[in-house]
């Protein structure tokens, strides 16, 4: 994956420092006066310290992992990321591990329906451009499907253990290439006529598309944040099962075959079966043996879901005024 396009101050000197060897730099610090959840360079800065952790850039030292001042910087950017999520999502308050299942549905009931209906767009109206615009979006995540929940899997033990990895071995095709989810929506991003190569489309996507992965990856760097990345995940699942029929549906009425759509059809099956997983034995699980941590699992099901419906405006306001929702090919973008 190259480098992306700076977008600003911060991500001008980050790609300056990391086409060299790995060294102390200091670097211009985030705008406390710019929203975090929609600061491109913010959340590109961000974005591109966390890609260190999972694959990397062309031509960039994997020194650079654990260098002390990128990571000075990482803290920075998350302490404004964290800021910008605490005002978007309010913090549901901490339930008996014997409610957890039950507020859970709730948090997930009341946000059904709370935002743009854009699934049923892609189903029904969206033309072919539109269908490719959301692939792309959704590549920054989908390429690299289940990594960052993985982080768990060595912070947890028991019956949480047990059933994270049974989702995530559903996750990688339970060791068949062809299965692997990430490999799935290649073939959707061929199908049609998408570039399928990892982090191929960065450079176009808004940074509430980038806070949407920057979420997972804070939530799974930090193992303060461990019941918080359990209710993310959880909250996919839930609200997973039936967005993915409208897709495979919209894909469908677009001309996209049975390869292109396999990856939605095979989310409306195995997501109704890993929300019962995340649910009961992973959620369930982990507030059994950490009592204290439920309101964790709802505040990282929140954000999931406050995420989604803030990249649900972004794209249908977007397009309800005729202008694509991504960034134009090919130029540096400024954020401020
Ligand atoms: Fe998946
Ligand atoms: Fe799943």
Request: hydrophobic share 40%; proline share 7%; net charge negative.
């Amino acid at each position: 994956m190259q480098l992306p396009l700076p977008r600003g101050p911060i991500t001008a000197r980050l790609v300056d420092a990391l086409a060299a060897p790995p060294h102390a730099f200091g670097l211009p610090l985030p705008d406390p006066a710019c929203p975090a959840l929609r600061d491109d360079d913010l959340q590109l800065a961000l974005f591109v310290c966390y890609e260190l952790h999972y694959r990397g850039f062309d031509e960039v030292d994997d020194g650079w992992e654990w260098n002390t001042s990128l990571l000075g910087l990482r803290e920075a950017l998350e302490r404004r990321f964290e800021e910008g999520l605490a005002g978007a999502v309010p913090r549901p308050p901490a339930v008996p591990p014997g409610r957890l299942r039950r507020a859970m549905t709730e948090l997930v009931a009341a946000a059904d329906g709370d935002g743009p209906p854009l699934a049923a767009f892609l189903q029904h109206r969206a033309d072919r451009e539109q269908f490719r615009e959301f692939v792309v979006h959704r590549s920054v995540y989908h390429l690299k499907e289940a990594d960052p929940h993985t982080w768990a899997i060595p912070r947890l033990h028991g019956r949480a253990k047990a059933a994270l990895v049974e989702i995530q071995s559903d996750e990688y095709g339970c060791g068949r290439l062809e299965r692997m989810h990430a490999e799935l929506f290649r073939a959707t991003m061929r199908g049609l006529d998408l570039d399928d190569s990892y982090g191929a489309h960065v450079d176009r996507v808004p940074a509430i598309t980038l806070a949407i992965g920057n979420a997972m990856s804070l939530f799974g760097l930090h193992r303060r944040h461990r019941g918080a990345l359990l209710g993310h995940l959880a909250a996919f699942e839930m609200t997973s099962s039936t967005p993915n029929l409208k897709y495979s549906r919209g894909l469908r009425r677009l001309g996209g075959d049975s390869a292109a759509r396999r990856f939605y059809d095979e989310h409306v099956q195995a997501d109704a079966v890993h929300e019962q997983i995340a649910l009961n034995d992973m959620c369930g699980g982990f507030a059994a043996d950490h009592p204290a941590l439920t309101g964790d699992v709802l505040y990282g099901a929140a954000c999931a879901l406050a995420l989604d419906r803030l990249f649900a405006e972004h794209v249908m306001g977007c397009w309800q005024r005729g202008s694509t929702s991504l960034h134009p090919a090919g130029l540096a973008v400024g954020s401020r």
